[in-house]
């Protein structure tokens, strides 16, 4: 059974730093695409940063340049210069179909399997 646990959300002052973590379960960890999502109140849940099973690496324009996607034995997601604007509840997603997975996308319906989130709020 896939799981999917992130940890590390917070409040934080604007121009502050967190990591959100991600420990995941019940599939071939390294095969598979993941990413971090996000979802504010009000809006629809958005692709934030994702990372294929080669390492490469997708950001949304919002967060580039500020946040850095990673993964060894959890995926990880450093959060820094954060702004109200990036208060949000944070899900961890991996897309595992079996097969190795070589492009990752910020589109939620690639991904198959969600954590529970982690709330970050950011104030100004």
């Known amino acids: 059974q896939v799981q999917l646990v992130e940890s590390g959300g917070g409040s934080v002052q604007a121009g502050g730093s967190l990591r959100l973590s991600c420990a995941a379960s019940?599939?071939?960890?390294?095969?598979?695409?993941m990413g971090w999502f996000r979802q504010a109140p009000g809006n629809e849940r958005e692709g934030v940063a994702v990372?294929?099973?080669?390492g490469g690496t997708l950001y949304a324009d919002a967060v580039k340049g500020r946040f850095t996607i990673s993964k060894d034995n959890a995926l990880y997601l450093q959060m820094n210069s954060l702004k109200p604007e990036d208060t949000a509840m944070y899900y961890c997603?991996?897309?595992?179909?079996?097969?190795?997975?070589?492009?990752?996308?910020?589109?939620?319906?690639?991904?198959?399997?969600w954590g529970q989130g982690t709330q970050v709020t950011v104030s100004s």
């Open positions: 019940g599939y071939t960890y390294n095969s598979a695409c």
């Open positions: 990372i294929d099973s080669d």
């Open positions: 997603a991996a897309v595992w179909l079996g097969v190795r997975c070589h492009v990752a996308t910020l589109h939620t319906s690639q991904y198959n399997y």
